[in-house]
C-alpha cells in the first residue's frame, strides 16, 4: 500500500482532500486554505510543477463546491455542467481568493528567473490565505437561497387583479422593461444600444469620444448603488444571495449577472421538470417573491423586506400580504426602492405617477398624505396602510 502511494501522488492527494473534507471540526474556508497550504507545499518542494498545481486545484476546488457540497438544493438548479463550472470558479475567485494563491504561484515559477519574486509570492500567499479566513464577501447556499420560494411555493400565490397592480405599480417604477426582455439582467444589446443612442442624440461632440464616455459612465453607474442598473430579477438575486459583503461592489454586481441566469433558468426548469401548477406565471412570481424578501426605505428607516413597511415583523412572516396593502402604499414603498419615499411632493407627484400603467388606480391626495405621516407611525405601528 505504501508503494502504491508513493508512485501515485495524484491519488494521494485526492483522498487527502476527501479526508480534509469529512473532518467536521474545520469550517469550509479553513478546509481550502488547508488544500492551498498543501499544493503550494508541493510546488515549492517541486513536487509538481505550475501548471499541475493549478489543475490540483481547480479539481479540489470543484469536488468541495460541486460533487461533495452539502447544499442539496444546487444539485436540483443547477445541472448545467457549464454552470456548475462557472459556479465553481466564481466562488473560488469571489470569496475564497483564488487569484492570490495563482499570481504567488506564478511569481513562485518566475522565482527561477528574478528571485526576489520567490520572497513576493509567498508574501502574496499569506495575504491570499489571510483574506479566504477573513471571508469578507460571503454568498448563500442554494439551499438557503430557494428557502424564500419554499414558504410560498408558485402553486398557492393568488395571481388577481390585486396581485397585477402590485406588479404594475413595481415595474414602473424599478424596471419598465420587465415583462418584455426575454433575459434577467441589462446585459442585453438591445438595452446597451438604447442608452448608448440615447447618450449620442442628447450630447455634443464626436461620436467615438460620446461613445467611450458613455461606456465609462455606464460601467460606473452599473457597480453605483444609487444606479446600478440592476433589473427586478438582480434586485431580487442579490437579496436572497448574498449573505455578507454588500459594499464589494464588483463582485457584487458580478454574482447579480452570472446568478441571475444560472439560478432563475434552474428554477424555471425544476418547475417545468416537475411539472408544477401556475408555472406560466413564473415572471409574476418573481415579483410577489420581491415583495416578500427585497428591503426598501421610508426616510431615514430601512426595512429588510418591503412588507415591513406595512406590517412590521423581524423573523416571523408578515401577517399582511401583498394583497392587503393599499395601491398608494405600494407605490409609496416602491419609490423607497431607490430611496425616494420622503422625495414625493405635491410639485414631483404627478410626474411620478404619470409613469404607472393607467389601469392602476392610485389617489395622489392620498399618497402625499401617507408621505406626510409615514415616519411618525399612525397605525398602530405600521409605517404604510
Known amino acids: 500500500m505504501e508503494s502504491f502511494f508513493n508512485e501515485n501522488l495524484v491519488l494521494l492527494f485526492f483522498f487527502s482532500v476527501i479526508a480534509i473534507y469529512n473532518y467536521s471540526d474545520l469550517k469550509e ?9 498543501a499544493v503550494y507545499s508541493m510546488v515549492v518542494l517541486n513536487k509538481i510543477d505550475f501548471f499541475t498545481s493549478l489543475l490540483f486545484l481547480f479539481i479540489s ?41 495563482v499570481i504567488s504561484l506564478v511569481l513562485f515559477e518566475l522565482s527561477n528567473i528574478v528571485y526576489i519574486f520567490k520572497f513576493i509570492s509567498i508574501l502574496i500567499f499569506i495575504w491570499g490565505v489571510t483574506v479566504t479566513l477573513q471571508q469578507k464577501f460571503v454568498i448563500n447556499s442554494f439551499t438557503d437561497m430557494y428557502r424564500i420560494f419554499s414558504e410560498y411555493p408558485i402553486n398557492r400565490v393568488k395571481f388577481n387583479k390585486k396581485l ?43 461620436k467615438i469620444h460620446i461613445i467611450f464616455e458613455s461606456g465609462r459612465n455606464f460601467f460606473k453607474n452599473a457597480i453605483d448603488e444609487k444606479r446600478g442598473y440592476s433589473t427586478i430579477p438582480m434586485q431580487l438575486m442579490r437579496s436572497i444571495g ?11 454586481k458580478l454574482f447579480e449577472l452570472i446568478y441571475c441566469k444560472i439560478f432563475f433558468n434552474g428554477i424555471e426548469k425544476m418547475f417545468k421538470e416537475d411539472k408544477v401548477a401556475r408555472r406560466d406565471k413564473v415572471k409574476e412570481y418573481y415579483l410577489y417573491i420581491y415583495f416578500h424578501k427585497v428591503n426598501t426605505f421610508l426616510g431615514n428607516a430601512s426595512f429588510s423586506k418591503f412588507l415591513n413597511a406595512f406590517d412590521m415583523q423581524y423573523n416571523e412572516k408578515n401577517k399582511k400580504d401583498i394583497y392587503d396593502c393599499s395601491n398608494e402604499g405600494i407605490f409609496i414603498a416602491c419609490m423607497g426602492l431607490s430611496k425616494r419615499a420622503k422625495k414625493i411632493n405635491g410639485n414631483n ?8 400603467d393607467r389601469n392602476v388606480d392610485i389617489n395622489r391626495n392620498e399618497v402625499l398624505k401617507m408621505v406626510s405621516e409615514m415616519m411618525s407611525k ?8
Open 29 to 37: 474556508y479553513q478546509k481550502i486554505c488547508i488544500i492551498y497550504i
Open 61 to 101: 476546488l470543484f469536488c468541495f463546491f460541486e460533487i461533495f457540497s452539502k447544499d442539496s438544493q444546487k444539485y436540483k438548479i443547477l445541472l448545467n455542467p457549464i454552470y456548475k463550472i462557472i459556479d465553481c470558479l466564481y466562488l473560488s475567485f469571489a470569496q475564497y481568493a483564488f487569484l492570490f494563491i
Open 164 to 206: 397585477d397592480a402590485a406588479c404594475q405599480i413595481l415595474i414602473s417604477v424599478e424596471d419598465r422593461k420587465y415583462f418584455e426582455r426575454k433575459g434577467y439582467t441589462f446585459l442585453s444589446y438591445d438595452y446597451i444600444s438604447n442608452v448608448l443612442k440615447e447618450r449620442i442624440l442628447s450630447t455634443d461632440g464626436g
Open 242 to 252: 448574498i449573505k455578507r459583503g454588500y459594499n464589494c461592489k464588483i463582485r457584487r
Open 349 to 356: 407627484i404627478d410626474v411620478y405617477l404619470s409613469n404607472i
Open 378 to 385: 399612525p397605525y398602530k405601528g405600521n409605517y404604510l396602510k
